[in-house]
């Protein structure tokens, strides 16, 4: 009953900047958690960041925490990723994902809705 599509990514030297995009579809897409997972290359799918259905709890993985922000808008539908400071070890494969638990979705994997995801790369 969730439909979601990242959008976004891209190429970005090291300390630069990105926005990504989740835009999401169905009637009770305010229900959900929803959260960001990456995987890289030869990688497990890592727990990025996560927010609760209206946005006031926000958790992020110890890799991104003050480099990463995540917010959304139920009104639009979406919700963001705003990406500062990238680093080479954040290029990765980047999932918007929604489950109705938390936890799940800071699990970095199981939740019950994915986007096909929108690859990050960050190189020199």
């Known amino acids: 009953q969730v439909q979601l599509v990242e959008s976004g990514g891209g190429l970005v030297r090291p300390g630069g900047s990105l926005r990504l995009s989740c835009a999401g579809s169905g009637r009770t897409f305010s229900s959900y958690a929803m959260g960001w997972s990456r995987q890289a290359p030869g990688k497990e799918r890592e727990f990025v960041a996560s927010?609760?259905?209206?946005?006031?709890?926000?958790v992020y993985g110890d890799s991104v925490k003050g480099r990463f922000t995540i917010s959304r808008d139920n009104i639009k539908n979406e919700m963001y990723l705003q990406m500062n400071s990238l680093k080479p070890e954040d290029t990765a494969v980047y999932y918007c994902n929604a489950d109705l638990s938390p936890s799940t979705i800071r699990s970095g994997r199981g939740s019950q809705y994915w986007g096909q995801g929108t690859q990050v790369t960050v190189s020199s």
């Open positions: 927010i609760n259905w209206n946005g006031v709890m926000k």
